[in-house]
């Protein structure tokens, strides 16, 4: 079983509408969680972090995270076609080491 | 804050020849950086984890004599592809940790696609 589980999709939806994003994870001691953006042939961005359970929210993007199920969404209101990308979530624990997940391809028709 | 470059963005060489990609912390100083390889619609395979002014670990499968790692100061890291292949071709990408409080962020450089001919 893999330390991070992500739907690699890919996802397809209407400009307009709330996109979710999940991943779930296995290690309990993973304690800070990162979202990535990565546009085509481009490194990924951090989009956001958090590390606690609960809700983050920034602009357009919410961050959720439920450490009792192990388990981490993004979502994105009122999507838009500069959306479209693949999303990856990352998570830690107190050290340096990251894990991954797969990565989610979204694409916001116009 | 927290800008990673790489250079060059994109390099063609000829098979046999061995091609040099650097990565740099802009605006900070990085005890580790990261080195993954991306093929197309695939996700990131990291590759090798260096410190600075020690060698490089690297993951299981990746040739260290063929993918050269130098991590001379807490900017600056490259990683040399000797004697390349036309398997080699890909996306080549770093990124560079950051110390916030606790935990370790890690931030991305735009990558470097390599094509071999």
């Known amino acids: 079983q893999k330390e991070v589980e992500q739907d690699p999709g890919p996802l397809s939806v209407p400009e307009g509408a709330i996109v979710s994003l999940n991943c779930t994870y296995s290690?309990?001691?993973?304690?800070?969680f990162m979202w990535y953006r990565q546009y085509s042939r481009k490194g990924p961005e951090l989009l956001m972090y958090?590390?606690?359970?609960g809700n983050k929210e920034d602009g357009r993007f919410t961050a959720q995270v439920d450490k009792s199920s192990k388990y981490i969404s993004l979502f994105i209101r009122d999507s838009q076609p500069s959306d479209s990308a693949t999303y990856l979530c990352?998570?830690?624990?107190?050290?340096?080491?990251?894990?991954f997940g797969t990565g989610t391809s979204l694409t916001v028709i116009p | 804050g927290a800008v990673v470059s790489q250079h060059p963005s994109r390099v063609i060489c000829k098979s046999g020849t061995s091609v040099k990609i650097e990565c740099r912390s802009l605006?900070?100083?990085?005890?580790?950086m990261f080195w993954y390889r991306q093929f197309p619609k695939q996700s990131l395979m990291l590759m090798a984890t260096s410190n600075e002014g020690s060698k490089a670990t690297y993951e299981q499968g990746v040739e260290k004599d063929k993918f050269l790692i130098n991590h001379a100061s807490l900017t600056l890291s490259t990683l040399t592809v000797t004697s390349a292949h036309p398997e080699d071709s890909s996306f080549y990408i770093c990124?560079?940790?950051?110390?916030?409080?606790?935990?370790?962020?890690?931030?991305f450089g735009p990558g470097t696609r390599l094509t071999v001919t």
């Open positions: 990124s560079a940790d950051l110390r916030r409080g606790a935990f370790y962020e890690q931030y």
């Open positions: 990352a998570m830690s624990d107190y050290g340096n080491q990251f894990y």
């Open positions: 958090t590390y606690s359970s």
């Open positions: 290690n309990s001691a993973f304690q800070y």
């Open positions: 605006d900070f100083q990085a005890t580790t």
